[in-house]
């Protein structure tokens, strides 16, 4: 199977298993169109909440395309951990990330007030996938 349609795959199978939400922020997420959301302020914003398909492992660290290092991250968090030079390890990234969901202060005004992203629910979400183990019941 051609990578790229491999990654699809694994991409959907864990946006599945995660309930549509991000491995850690919780926010929902859309694959195909910003439609498959409840409502948006425009297409354009709702780019950073596509779901994208995030190794746990780094490909460059030796990491696979396989299902347990596969888990769906919106846009904005795969992006923003990937930017850094030495990106963390998926379970301090997502502690990161929780404490700013919860100041409100990691996704736009709007990704909270449409009830995209309910800070309550956002240190309970999991990523159903044992590569993602860590990041579960947190």
Known sequence: MPSAYRIQVLRQQSFERQG??????????????????????????ALSLKCT???????????RDVANNIAA??????WTRHRRKRPPAPDKYR?????RVRRG???????????????????????????????VGR
Do not use: D
């Open 20 to 45: 549509g939400r991000c491995c850690y922020c919780s926010v929902r997420m859309w694959v195909a169109t910003p439609s498959e959301l409840p409502q948006v302020p425009s297409e354009r914003a």
């Open 53 to 63: 398909a995030e190794h746990l492992r780094a490909r460059s660290e030796g990491g």
């Open 73 to 78: 991250a919106c846009w904005h968090c795969n």
């Open 95 to 99: 502690e990161e990330v929780i404490r």
């Open 105 to 135: 202060a990691w996704h736009s005004s709007w990704v909270f007030s449409y009830g995209l992203l309910n800070v309550a629910e956002s240190p309970q979400a999991t990523v159903r996938n044992e590569g993602a183990s860590k990041l």
